[in-house]
């Protein structure tokens, strides 16, 4: 991995790049550090808007020219917002990384948010918002979220709220706008066939309209509660849920323990919830487990959906599977867990995508790129008793349950509280 | 590409391996050509049961082994039924190869369909059935097969239906594995780090145990029919809608020509109905055309979600940019059409499932397989007029309409007519 570089551009802005010998595209694009979390109630979803409205049209391009330049050199582009970060990239030949980046450059500092293409951007966000909102195993995490963090910015969905996206303009955009996108806040990533100067060369030509003295104003402050919500459907045949905990920050030194812990409860086909809870008794067919770790905090669950005339069964085997995991993990689960963070360290370094996701992730986190040998070397320093001591720090946590679907979460609760899991 | 080969193996065989330098991990697997369209009402899942089954034991490993032996060296694996194939394959590192050819050749041969397992599984795909029932825009696909290809197999689920899951024994998968699962109808395919000598002598020693004296029984006849179907749920914020048509086979000789056809009308952010519908009315959030190709025949379609109220309108924009392509498509869009095909061909390569896939397919289809070079000139043969004369095919053609949500598909019907397609 020492085809990574990482520079500081003379406007202030991070650049990171990555190049993955054999490879004919590359990704690259823009990460910036703001999101849902900076939102409050009066804007939520702005972040989100935003991110839509830069396809919209720049004082030099249309939408359907932003479009066209791309795909007519057979790239494409994307852009997602989460709760912390969004990102505009796109994925072209190596050859043509110039147009790539002269369009990315162009939507994220030209933007013009004309109302008349505002107003379309509303009814497809909206629909976007609807769409979510019938997906069952989509909006349950939006549930989960509120009810881990209720009332605080860090709970709100990130599509937003209906009666908040529906009243948006365009002097909003750009106040967020101004606030948020300064060169302090983004990191410029690449991953692929590239070269690490004639890439910098570029993004500093091209990115010359952000400024670096603005302060920093992303640091906000957000708690775990915990808590429960059912979303009753009574026309689903399925009951969704999550059971949730307090988790753990980005930079907490838990952080491979955390990973550890999950990937044995329940990441793959050999962990305990599959095991238990599909291969011995049928009771589902997706369970998995997952940590979201954000700058400040973060959160540990368990995500599942089977009948109503099971969910009781099935809480009963979460809740017993996750405190079993205190009485400690075998040798052999160690082994295997291992092995999985090896062999997918790797094989994300085969995919331009992961690869730009991760150093992008490292050098907001650590302000550094980290080496496979080093986070490795992280992951072998995790012991048995480092996972037991995490399972008894999750076990203290009060509990957060969400459902959506035929029946209310009550079932759940009683299991957990049978359990002596906390409830709230 | 001469880093492709295949050959048949002495066992009947076919084997097909792709070298990519400077990969890690390796893609494995077996490509079983028989689907869901070898069922009948009797027995409609048990494609899906038997892929289902096996991962529940074998001769010499349980359930839990299978997993844990393959996530011990950091592997995983998967598998899926399609309409034609189903698929068990497994990546890997290069050096884990054996391992995850000796399992997956023992699940592939040996099962055990042991009762109590039946019976768990049997628990498991039913949640997998009920969970797409909930999922709108996974169901939808399966009401529209079954519109298209009405009381023939190709139109049943492939998750199969409820009351005939229940039924299915492990003699009736017995039965049905002895008459699909003969070598004349397996295709060995791997993608990534691997020698491929090496790899044909495991796979020859691994393989002993299917026999290639079956008679060929894959020659399912099917006819597309077209219709409608209104799956009303009130609870849903948006209806999702396909409208269709027949389509072409994978061995018709416009294939490529259906390709750029499917893609300017709905491919990209560039395509007519992502700037029609989306950007200039934003009617909707998610729109793209699709086109699916078998044996024998194949659909066309249209897929969008938009709420109740603007339905009506969707359709007409919808059925108009479908007959607009009859008068011709610009040089510029099919410029756009053909670099997207070029760099998506390019970038196929860089992933080892994807180049799996790509190998496998035209060994089914063509017996050999193609080179960048050769697809990238079928696509450049394809002229304006063909794409023009196409569209005339697909507008002889019955449509078929669904929609799953809050109304009925009442509106799409009296738009398509209006428009002058023909409903059913």
């Not at 849902?36 to 109630?41: K, Y």
């Not at 994925?91 to 004309?114: C, R």
């Not at 849920?241 to 030194?253: H, R």
């Not at 331009?352 to 996701?357: L, W």
Request: glycine share 6%.
């Amino acid at each position: 991995m020492n085809n990574v570089r990482s520079t500081t551009l003379s406007n202030g802005i991070r650049a990171v790049t990555k190049r993955i010998d054999g490879f004919e595209s590359v990704v690259v694009g823009y990460w910036v550090e703001a999101g849902e979390v900076c939102e409050d109630l009066s804007n939520n979803g702005i972040s989100h808007f935003l991110e839509h409205m830069a396809f919209k049209g720049t004082t030099s391009r249309t939408a359907k020219e932003i479009a066209e330049e791309i795909e007519s050199v057979g790239g494409y582009m994307n852009a997602y917002t989460s709760k912390e970060v969004t990102a505009y990239f796109a994925k072209v030949l190596g050859e043509d990384t110039k147009v790539a980046l002269n369009i990315l450059s162009d939507i994220l500092q030209n933007p013009t948010f004309l109302t008349e293409e505002l107003e379309k951007e509303r009814g497809v966000v909206l629909q976007e918002l609807y769409q979510v909102k019938d997906t069952p195993d989509d909006i349950i995490f939006d549930h989960f979220q509120e009810i881990c963090f209720k009332d605080q910015s860090m709970g709100y969905p990130i599509v937003g709220q209906e009666e908040v996206v529906a009243k948006i303009t365009a002097d909003d955009l750009r106040e967020y706008r101004s606030r948020y996108y300064n060169a302090d806040n983004i990191v410029f990533a690449a991953a692929g066939n590239l070269s690490h100067d004639e890439l910098l060369d570029m993004a500093t030509e091209n990115l010359n309209a952000f400024k670096t003295d603005v302060s920093p104003v992303h640091d906000v402050q957000y708690n775990y509660v915990g808590g429960s919500y059912s979303d009753v459907r009574e026309q689903l045949e399925q009951v969704h849920a999550i059971i949730g905990f307090d988790g753990i920050s980005n930079l907490d030194a838990d952080y491979y323990t955390m990973a550890i812990f999950s990937s044995i409860l329940g990441g793959g086909m050999s962990s305990r919830l599959f095991q238990e809870v599909r291969e011995k008794r049928g009771l589902c067919y997706s369970i998995y487990s997952f940590s979201s770790s954000y700058k400040r905090n973060g959160v540990f669950g368990v995500y599942s959906a089977t009948t109503a005339d099971k969910l009781a069964e099935l809480s009963d085997v979460v809740a017993g599977e996750i405190i079993s995991m205190s009485n400690g993990i075998s040798e052999k689960e160690f082994k295997i867990t291992k092995a999985q963070f090896k062999a997918s360290l790797l094989m994300a370094g085969e995919n331009n995508t992961s690869s730009c996701e991760q150093i992008v992730s490292q050098i907001r986190i650590f302000g550094r790129t980290l080496d496979n040998a080093e986070v490795l070397e992280k992951i072998d320093a995790v012991t048995i008793d480092d996972v037991k001591k995490l399972t008894h720090r999750i076990l203290a946590s009060k509990t957060a349950v969400v459902t959506v679907g035929k029946c209310d979460c009550s079932s759940v609760l009683a299991k957990l509280e049978s359990n002596g899991l906390k409830t709230v």
